[in-house]
Protein backbone atom coordinates (compact mmCIF):
# COMPACT_ATOMS: atom_id res chain seq x y z
CA UNK A 1 0.00 0.00 0.00
CA UNK A 2 1.44 3.27 -1.15
CA UNK A 3 1.71 6.64 1.14
CA UNK A 4 -0.80 8.45 -0.88
CA UNK A 5 -3.39 5.08 -0.36
CA UNK A 6 -3.21 4.78 2.85
CA UNK A 7 -3.72 8.48 3.91
CA UNK A 8 -6.72 8.17 1.90
CA UNK A 9 -8.07 5.66 4.00
CA UNK A 10 -7.77 7.72 6.98
CA UNK A 11 -9.25 10.33 5.78
CA UNK A 12 -12.53 8.35 5.39
CA UNK A 13 -12.00 6.84 8.46
CA UNK A 14 -11.89 10.41 10.51
CA UNK A 15 -14.67 11.40 8.05
CA UNK A 16 -16.70 8.69 8.86
CA UNK A 17 -16.09 9.14 12.55
CA UNK A 18 -17.04 12.50 12.30
CA UNK A 19 -20.76 11.48 10.39
CA UNK A 20 -21.15 9.68 13.46
CA UNK A 21 -20.42 11.95 16.00
CA UNK A 22 -23.25 14.25 14.40
CA UNK A 23 -25.53 11.63 13.54
CA UNK A 24 -25.10 10.79 17.56
CA UNK A 25 -25.87 14.35 18.53
CA UNK A 26 -28.90 14.90 16.02
CA UNK A 27 -30.51 11.41 17.47
CA UNK A 28 -30.04 12.50 20.90
CA UNK A 29 -31.65 16.00 20.50
CA UNK A 30 -33.91 14.59 18.68
CA UNK A 31 -35.18 12.42 21.11
CA UNK A 32 -34.72 14.80 23.63
CA UNK A 33 -37.52 16.88 21.79
CA UNK A 34 -34.98 19.37 20.94
CA UNK A 35 -36.02 19.51 17.82
CA UNK A 36 -39.45 19.08 17.82
CA UNK A 37 -41.18 16.54 15.40
CA UNK A 38 -41.72 18.30 11.87
CA UNK A 39 -39.32 20.92 12.61
CA UNK A 40 -36.98 21.73 9.63
CA UNK A 41 -32.86 21.16 10.44
CA UNK A 42 -30.54 23.88 8.64
CA UNK A 43 -27.79 22.15 7.54
CA UNK A 44 -25.64 25.61 7.39
CA UNK A 45 -27.04 26.72 11.20
CA UNK A 46 -26.14 22.67 12.26
CA UNK A 47 -22.79 23.18 10.95
CA UNK A 48 -21.93 26.31 12.14
CA UNK A 49 -22.94 25.14 15.64
CA UNK A 50 -21.17 22.33 15.43
CA UNK A 51 -17.77 24.08 13.74
CA UNK A 52 -18.08 21.26 11.02
CA UNK A 53 -18.51 21.56 7.16
CA UNK A 54 -22.03 20.93 5.77
CA UNK A 55 -20.60 17.43 4.34
CA UNK A 56 -20.83 15.25 7.55
CA UNK A 57 -23.89 17.31 8.43
CA UNK A 58 -25.81 15.89 5.01
CA UNK A 59 -24.10 12.60 5.66
CA UNK A 60 -25.43 12.33 9.24
CA UNK A 61 -28.92 13.52 8.41
CA UNK A 62 -29.06 11.02 5.48
CA UNK A 63 -28.04 8.35 8.14
CA UNK A 64 -30.54 8.95 10.58
CA UNK A 65 -33.43 9.16 7.54
CA UNK A 66 -32.49 5.64 7.08
CA UNK A 67 -33.11 5.02 10.54
CA UNK A 68 -36.41 6.46 10.75
CA UNK A 69 -35.77 9.86 12.15
CA UNK A 70 -35.53 12.08 9.49
CA UNK A 71 -37.77 12.46 6.37
CA UNK A 72 -36.33 14.34 3.04
CA UNK A 73 -38.36 16.66 1.09
CA UNK A 74 -36.80 17.64 -2.67
CA UNK A 75 -35.25 20.96 -2.32
CA UNK A 76 -36.37 21.49 1.08
CA UNK A 77 -34.15 19.64 2.96
CA UNK A 78 -34.78 17.36 6.02
CA UNK A 79 -37.16 17.20 8.80
CA UNK A 80 -37.41 15.96 12.09
CA UNK A 81 -40.03 12.78 11.29
CA UNK A 82 -43.30 13.49 13.08
CA UNK A 83 -44.96 9.65 13.84
CA UNK A 84 -48.70 9.61 13.65
CA UNK A 85 -51.09 7.32 15.32
CA UNK A 86 -51.00 4.74 12.64
CA UNK A 87 -47.16 4.61 12.18
CA UNK A 88 -46.59 4.58 16.27
CA UNK A 89 -49.49 1.65 15.74
CA UNK A 90 -47.42 -0.61 13.19
CA UNK A 91 -44.07 0.18 15.31
CA UNK A 92 -45.66 -0.84 18.49
CA UNK A 93 -47.35 -4.07 17.01
CA UNK A 94 -44.15 -5.17 15.45
CA UNK A 95 -42.22 -4.61 18.78
CA UNK A 96 -44.94 -7.38 20.68
CA UNK A 97 -44.68 -10.02 17.69
CA UNK A 98 -40.80 -9.56 18.80
CA UNK A 99 -40.79 -10.17 22.22
CA UNK A 100 -43.81 -12.23 22.48
CA UNK A 101 -41.71 -14.73 20.78
CA UNK A 102 -38.63 -13.88 23.13
CA UNK A 103 -40.37 -14.46 26.16
CA UNK A 104 -41.50 -17.85 24.67
CA UNK A 105 -37.86 -18.87 24.35
CA UNK A 106 -36.82 -18.01 27.13
CA UNK A 107 -39.34 -19.09 29.79
CA UNK A 108 -38.00 -22.34 28.52
CA UNK A 109 -34.44 -21.54 29.51
CA UNK A 110 -34.54 -19.09 32.33
CA UNK A 111 -31.93 -19.76 35.01
CA UNK A 112 -30.46 -17.35 37.50
CA UNK A 113 -28.18 -15.89 35.70
CA UNK A 114 -30.19 -14.69 33.90
CA UNK A 115 -32.77 -12.99 35.99
CA UNK A 116 -29.44 -11.57 38.07
CA UNK A 117 -28.91 -9.94 34.85
CA UNK A 118 -32.54 -8.74 34.03
CA UNK A 119 -32.81 -7.71 37.88
CA UNK A 120 -29.45 -5.42 38.13
CA UNK A 121 -31.10 -3.95 34.50
CA UNK A 122 -34.37 -3.24 36.02
CA UNK A 123 -33.04 -1.74 39.77
CA UNK A 124 -30.77 0.56 37.17
CA UNK A 125 -33.83 1.40 35.47
CA UNK A 126 -35.34 2.65 38.50
CA UNK A 127 -32.70 4.63 39.68
CA UNK A 128 -31.78 6.33 36.80
CA UNK A 129 -35.76 7.31 36.76
CA UNK A 130 -35.38 9.35 39.51
CA UNK A 131 -32.29 11.33 38.73
CA UNK A 132 -30.83 10.83 35.43
CA UNK A 133 -31.93 12.45 32.33
CA UNK A 134 -35.05 11.51 29.88
CA UNK A 135 -31.96 10.25 27.01
CA UNK A 136 -30.42 7.85 29.61
CA UNK A 137 -33.74 6.38 30.73
CA UNK A 138 -34.42 5.70 27.47
CA UNK A 139 -31.45 3.81 26.60
CA UNK A 140 -31.44 1.99 29.44
CA UNK A 141 -35.37 1.36 29.14
CA UNK A 142 -34.30 -0.06 25.46
CA UNK A 143 -31.25 -1.81 26.92
CA UNK A 144 -33.80 -4.19 29.04
CA UNK A 145 -35.89 -5.37 26.40
CA UNK A 146 -33.02 -5.85 23.68
CA UNK A 147 -31.17 -8.08 26.55
CA UNK A 148 -34.73 -9.76 26.99
CA UNK A 149 -34.60 -10.75 23.11
CA UNK A 150 -30.86 -11.31 23.07
CA UNK A 151 -31.19 -13.87 25.99
CA UNK A 152 -33.34 -15.85 24.19
CA UNK A 153 -30.50 -16.87 21.99
CA UNK A 154 -32.23 -15.99 18.47
CA UNK A 155 -30.07 -13.69 16.63
CA UNK A 156 -32.14 -13.62 13.75
CA UNK A 157 -34.57 -11.80 16.02
CA UNK A 158 -32.26 -9.41 17.69
CA UNK A 159 -31.71 -8.28 14.90
CA UNK A 160 -34.90 -7.43 14.34
CA UNK A 161 -35.30 -5.61 17.01
CA UNK A 162 -32.32 -3.69 16.32
CA UNK A 163 -33.55 -3.01 13.43
CA UNK A 164 -36.42 -0.68 14.71
CA UNK A 165 -34.47 0.48 17.45
CA UNK A 166 -34.34 3.97 16.41
CA UNK A 167 -38.13 4.23 16.18
CA UNK A 168 -38.20 2.97 19.44
CA UNK A 169 -36.63 5.06 20.89
CA UNK A 170 -38.80 7.94 19.76
CA UNK A 171 -41.86 5.51 21.01
CA UNK A 172 -40.15 5.37 24.11
CA UNK A 173 -39.57 8.95 24.45
CA UNK A 174 -43.15 9.31 23.64
CA UNK A 175 -43.97 7.12 26.56
CA UNK A 176 -42.21 9.60 29.03
CA UNK A 177 -44.18 12.68 27.36
CA UNK A 178 -47.66 11.58 27.36
CA UNK A 179 -47.34 8.84 30.68
CA UNK A 180 -49.28 9.85 33.84
CA UNK A 181 -46.70 9.04 36.25
CA UNK A 182 -43.26 8.25 34.15
CA UNK A 183 -41.38 6.62 37.16
CA UNK A 184 -43.81 4.15 37.45
CA UNK A 185 -42.14 3.23 33.26
CA UNK A 186 -39.01 1.71 35.20
CA UNK A 187 -40.92 -0.09 38.12
CA UNK A 188 -43.69 -1.92 35.78
CA UNK A 189 -40.62 -3.82 34.44
CA UNK A 190 -40.78 -5.66 37.51
CA UNK A 191 -44.32 -7.72 36.60
CA UNK A 192 -41.99 -9.15 33.40
CA UNK A 193 -39.08 -10.77 35.82
CA UNK A 194 -42.28 -12.14 37.69
CA UNK A 195 -43.79 -13.47 34.96
CA UNK A 196 -40.35 -15.42 33.91
CA UNK A 197 -39.84 -16.40 37.25
CA UNK A 198 -43.11 -18.57 37.21
CA UNK A 199 -42.37 -20.25 34.32
CA UNK A 200 -45.67 -20.41 32.64
CA UNK A 201 -45.54 -19.12 29.01
CA UNK A 202 -49.59 -17.90 29.50
CA UNK A 203 -48.43 -15.18 32.28
CA UNK A 204 -45.17 -14.19 30.11
CA UNK A 205 -47.27 -13.86 27.06
CA UNK A 206 -50.18 -11.44 29.00
CA UNK A 207 -47.75 -9.45 30.87
CA UNK A 208 -45.66 -8.44 27.30
CA UNK A 209 -49.36 -7.86 26.28
CA UNK A 210 -50.13 -6.01 28.86
CA UNK A 211 -46.56 -4.12 28.91
CA UNK A 212 -46.09 -3.07 25.37
CA UNK A 213 -50.19 -2.56 25.24
CA UNK A 214 -50.20 0.25 27.93
CA UNK A 215 -47.45 1.97 26.55
CA UNK A 216 -49.03 1.78 22.82
CA UNK A 217 -52.24 3.12 24.45
CA UNK A 218 -50.88 6.11 26.18
CA UNK A 219 -48.91 6.89 23.09
CA UNK A 220 -51.13 6.36 20.53
CA UNK A 221 -53.99 8.58 22.57
CA UNK A 222 -51.35 11.26 23.41
CA UNK A 223 -51.02 11.54 19.87
CA UNK A 224 -54.66 11.44 19.02
CA UNK A 225 -55.07 14.49 21.71
CA UNK A 226 -52.04 16.89 20.61
Known sequence: MTASNAFGRGMVIQQRNLVEQVADFL??????QHYAPGQ?????????DLGVSR???????????SRGLLVSQPRRG???RALDASELTDVFDLRLCLERHALSRLVGIYDAEMELALRRQVELMCQVALEDSDSRKIEEDLAFHRMLIALSGNRRLL??????????RLCIALIGKTHADPDTIATSHWALLDALASGDAGRCRDAIDYHIGVARDYVVQGIGEC
Open 78 to 80: FFV
Open 159 to 168: KAFDDISHEL
Open 40 to 48: RLSEVQLAR
Open 27 to 32: TQAIIS
Open 55 to 65: APVREAARLLE
